[in-house]
């Protein structure tokens, strides 16, 4: 089935933005484990982005400073972003210790995605 180009381009930089937000994520406690880079390099495998695209966000891995995440786009979507907040609580709770520094971002993105309190502490609660 083929898409239009602006889906596809929508898809893309939701994809991009996922993976920023997620690698943020992996660094915010301080210490990246080999399961984080593995889930990340995993979905920057599987996701519907250009290799360039693809390459900058490997390289982000390894950088040490923050990525810069325009959230705009996504807020308009409420599906997006609770599957962003689900993806974050997951790889957060990946290393099998969910850290407050990690909790914090969370809720930080989910307060920029305006999603509610009572929603974001189920969701950290949950998986």
Do not use: C, W
């Amino acid at each position: 089935e083929k898409t239009t180009d602006s889906q596809s381009d929508v898809e893309q930089s939701f994809d991009d933005l996922k993976i920023k937000t997620l690698i943020n994520l992996m660094r915010i406690d301080g210490s990246i484990t080999d399961e984080e880079q593995e889930y990340i390099a995993l979905l920057i495998e599987k996701a519907e982005i250009d290799d360039d695209v693809k390459l900058e966000l490997i390289e982000n891995i390894n950088q040490s400073n923050k990525v810069k995440v325009d959230y705009s786009e996504i807020r308009e979507s409420p599906e997006d972003a609770v599957g962003l907040i689900i993806d974050m609580v997951a790889l957060a709770k990946r290393d099998n210790e969910f850290h407050i520094s990690e909790k914090l971002y969370i809720k930080q993105v989910g307060k920029i995605l305006n999603i509610a309190a009572n929603d974001l502490e189920e969701a950290m609660s949950s998986i």
